[in-house]
Every structure is written in structure tokens, then in C-alpha cells.
């Protein structure tokens, strides 16, 4: 069972370029919990992703199979195998 993470361009630097990563899911895994894995692989990857409480970082969006996972269950939502994950920055500023 795999998850696809969709990472964006300012977090390529982390993942050695890769614009998508295959992470093996255990059984009943969440979106931390791919992130985590995402960390393992990838060191640094968390910091950028969640704050020092080990939340979502206010200006991180993740979209898991196109729904914002704060409208799901947050960090907690559950992957099946082959979904897509998606990681966005949030944008801001302009005139």
C-alpha cells in the first residue's frame, strides 16, 4: 500500500528535487503519520509542515484526493492506499 505526496516547489529542496514521493502505508495510517514517514526519508521535512506543537502550520494546506483535510479530520484523517496527498504553501500578499 502506497500514498502519493505531492510536493510543492519550495519543499523540493528537501526531497532532492522530486516532485512526487511513494510512501508505504501501514495499515490505518493518517496524514501525520505520513508525514513522519515523509520525514524519515526526507530529514526536515516535518519542521516545515507542522509547528512546535505538532500541528499543521497555519500557512501549510494539505489536500488529501483534492478535500482540505481541515474540513476532515485535521492531521488525524486516514490515507488509503493509492490516494494522493497534497502539500500547499499558502500564498499571501499583493497589491
Do not use: C, W
Request: net charge negative; hydrophobic share 40%.
Amino acid at each position: 500500500m502506497i500514498a502519493i505526496v505531492v510536493i510543492p516547489s519550495p519543499l523540493r529542496n528537501l526531497t532532492n528535487g522530486e516532485r512526487k514521493v511513494n510512501i508505504s502505508l501501514e495499515e490505518n495510517s493518517s496524514v501525520k503519520d505520513v508525514v513522519l514517514m515523509l520525514d524519515s526519508k526526507f530529514p526536515g521535512i516535518q519542521k516545515k509542515i507542522f509547528n512546535d506543537n505538532g500541528d499543521l502550520h497555519k500557512y501549510i494546506n494539505i489536500f488529501l484526493e483534492g478535500e482540505d483535510i481541515r474540513y476532515l479530520e485535521g492531521i488525524s484523517t486516514q490515507i488509503n492506499d493509492g490516494e494522493e496527498l497534497s502539500i500547499v504553501p499558502a500564498v499571501a500578499g499583493g497589491y
